[in-house]
């Protein structure tokens, strides 16, 4: 089993070819490609890779799939005896994003199977 590990949008994900993740929105249109070449650490089948930060040359290329909206988070504050409420709510965005290779200069290491 082939993964690596990511930085996208201020946090590390661990990826897998051939599934999806929802990430930190890109601004990508839907069904487009997208290459991430911030990569930490890459694991297969020779080993594992590590980066300092990053390493050079890897890339996780992947689809859009859709632009979505987190669900609502409610922000409640109160202060007692003030009669003091405030109540806001807040949807994040993020994308769906299918992972369909990894790559290391050039050379595919992991690919998703074609169904």
């Known amino acids: 089993m082939s993964y690596a590990i990511i930085e996208t949008g201020g946090k ?4 897998e070819p051939g599934r999806f ?3 930190e929105r890109l601004d990508v249109d839907v069904d487009g490609n997208h290459t991430i070449e911030k990569v930490l650490l890459i694991s297969d089948d020779n080993g594992v890779t590590v ?3 990053y390493i050079d040359g890897a890339t996780v290329e992947g689809t859009v ?11 409640y504050k109160m202060l007692p005896k003030k009669k003091t409420r405030k109540k ?11 992972i369909d290779s990894i790559k290391v200069g050039g050379n595919v ?6 169904a």
């Open 65 to 75: 799939v859709d632009q979505r909206r987190a669900k609502k988070v409610l922000v």
């Open 21 to 23: 993740y929802d990430i």
């Open 109 to 114: 290491v992991a690919a998703k199977a074609d």
């Open 51 to 53: 980066g300092q930060p």
């Open 88 to 98: 806001r709510g807040h949807r994040q965005y993020f994308t769906r994003f299918m």
């Open 12 to 15: 590390q994900v661990r990826v």
